[in-house]
């Protein structure tokens, strides 16, 4: 892995005014991430992954503290930076295919290889059929596919991914996972994915940063040394969760909000549909 200082989050403060009161949502928060690198997030509902996950895409920029890319201060969205968000955000008026192209709009691709990134794109996560369909045509979870879609679609050099499949069912949820990782093996985008699923987290990440409530703040780092493809189910990987678990719950010792973590959530006994394809490094 090349290039540690790729993309710096250095004591990142936001604070936010909710009813004339003071809600320091991230409170110096710290994390560097190495170029090609699959950071996962974790964290009980509130403790700001998904405000954290904004900061980077640089959809927000009122923060203290300094967050940079490839050197550069990031000030605002860029091409080089995507975000799949937490739900699905497609605008109803467009068909699928034309949500999916807006990950496309200023890009440097030509018209006809922009087509062809579409069409791949919505193959890639099983939409091949619905490209003419509208938003209100789909399942949440047909939605939510087409916002991944969207997402990757311009091949960003960081792509942010807010709880992507959240509402996919166990065997929609594992294909995209591991065509997720394969994307990443081949194509080395920097990810960061937040989930709620610690299964995920260690199933898919090289370090898997515990975040904590109020103000949010990163408890624990915990690397997964495990080479890939990883075997869902093996002992090795089911250590590392009971790390990540054990690490959440002294986290999370008096949640306001009960955590949606649930250990060996969905997916877990059905295994990949095919293996991640292995690292080059
Ligand atoms: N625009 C906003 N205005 C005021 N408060 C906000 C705003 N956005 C987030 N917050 C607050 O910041 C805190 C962190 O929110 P955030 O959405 O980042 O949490 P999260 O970790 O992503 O939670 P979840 O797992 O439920 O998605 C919460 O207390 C939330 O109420
Ligand atoms: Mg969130």
Redo the contacts with the bound molecule.
């Keep these: 892995m090349c290039n540690p200082a790729h993309f710096q989050i250095r004591k990142v403060t936001?604070e936010?005014?909710?009813n004339g009161e003071k809600?320091t949502?991230?409170d110096a928060v710290s994390l560097d991430i190495a170029e090609g690198e699959f950071v996962t997030i974790v964290?009980?509902?509130?403790?700001?992954?998904?405000?954290?996950?904004?900061l980077g895409a640089g959809l927000d920029t009122t923060y203290s503290g300094r967050i940079s890319h490839e050197g550069k201060v990031v000030t605002g969205p860029s091409l080089d930076r995507g975000m799949v968000f937490?739900e699905p955000r497609l605008f109803p008026w467009l068909t699928v295919e034309r949500n999916v192209a807006l990950g496309l709009e200023n890009s440097k691709f030509t018209k006809s290889e922009k087509k062809r990134l579409v069409e791949e794109h919505l193959e890639l996560v099983g939409l091949a059929g619905f490209a003419r369909a509208y938003p209100h045509q789909l399942s949440g979870g047909m939605a939510q596919r087409a916002g991944i879609a969207r997402g990757l679609v311009n091949r960003p050099n960081v792509l942010f991914l807010?709880?992507p499949f959240g509402a996919l069912d166990a065997i929609t949820k594992a294909r995209l996972q591991d065509e997720l990782n394969d994307i990443w093996a081949r194509e080395r985008i920097t990810m960061v994915l937040?989930t709620?699923d610690v299964e995920e987290a260690v199933y898919l990440g090289d370090r898997v940063v515990v975040?904590s409530?109020?103000p949010?703040r990163i408890r624990d780092i915990v690397a997964v040394d495990l080479p890939r493809p990883r075997e869902r189910t093996s002992a090795a990987l089911a250590r590392v969760r009971t790390r990540v678990l054990e690490s959440l719950n002294s986290t999370e010792s008096k949640p306001s909000?009960g955590p949606?973590l649930v250990e060996g959530e969905r997916g877990s006994k059905s295994g990949p549909l095919r293996p991640a394809v292995a690292l080059a490094n």
């Design positions: 936001r936010f005014n909710v809600l949502a991230l964290g009980a509902s509130g403790c700001g992954k998904s405000t954290l996950l904004r937490q807010d709880e937040v709620h975040m409530p109020r949010g909000v949606r």
